[in-house]
């Protein structure tokens, strides 16, 4: 028995007009380009929290899991994040070297989807960037692991205190550390409700990329 009252039907976003409308003639040559554009457009319509992004990822066995995270940068030809990688998504990812990214701006009415390959920073980016952290941030992920089963929280706050109070430079903890996901596919979603949605898949072809509209 459903919690609501009804099955809702499918409602599908409104149109924004003061937009560029996804034109498969006309995308650039380099897919983050576009991305980058999308997540400026979604900005300037309003969307404080952009790159706020679902991260997908698996287990070598196929089980799949998501979660929210911070897109950092959008590279030439990757995608940053930071995350502990001793947590369930830092494993699955460097078991199997894969992951994919979902998001979808409300503002906009637009989508994207990219598929890629992972690659962890190595120790010295991922200690020049969480030199650059801000203070209660370095001391959290040094007292907090994700997905660890909470035993003493009053213990932990102490901890997280008086490493913020004491002073000392915040070395980072080796399970924290930066990635990329280099992509070899992502796709472009936009809402047309008057006609039919929009959609362009980007495909890496060696050191380029081939685009086409696919349907939606
Ligand atoms: C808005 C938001 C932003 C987040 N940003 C990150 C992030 O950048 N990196 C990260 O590891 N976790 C981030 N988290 C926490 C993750 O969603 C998740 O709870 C945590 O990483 C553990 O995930 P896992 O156990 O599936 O690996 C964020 C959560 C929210 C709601």
Redesign the pocket.
């Known amino acids: 028995m459903a919690k609501s009252a009804s099955v809702a039907t499918v409602v599908f976003p409104r149109d924004n007009d003061a937009l560029e409308r996804l034109d498969h003639r006309a995308v650039p040559r380099n897919p983050l380009d576009l991305f980058d554009g999308w997540i400026a457009d979604a900005r300037d319509h309003g969307a404080g929290e952009a790159t ?1 992004v679902t991260l997908a990822t698996s287990s070598p066995e196929g089980v799949p ?1 998501s ?4 897109l950092l940068a959008v590279e030439e030809d990757a995608l940053v ?4 990688a001793d ?4 494993r699955e990812m460097t078991a199997t070297g894969r992951a994919a990214v979902s998001v979808y701006w409300e503002q906009t009415s637009r989508s994207v989807n990219v598929t890629g390959v992972v690659a962890w920073a190595d120790d010295d980016e991922s200690d020049a960037l969480f030199a650059a952290e801000d203070r209660g941030v370095q001391a959290s992920r040094t007292v907090s692991f ?2 660890e089963p909470l035993r003493d929280e009053a213990e932990q706050l102490t901890r997280f205190r008086a490493l913020l109070a004491s002073g000392e430079p915040i070395a980072r903890p080796a399970h924290w550390r930066w990635f990329r996901i280099v992509p070899d596919a992502v796709t472009f979603w936009e809402a047309v409700p008057e006609a039919l949605n929009l959609r362009v898949h980007y495909r890496r072809d060696g050191r380029d990329w081939t685009s086409q509209a696919v349907q939606s």
């Open positions: 706020y899991s979660r929210t995270v911070q994040f930071t995350t502990n947590s369930r998504k830092g994700h997905g």
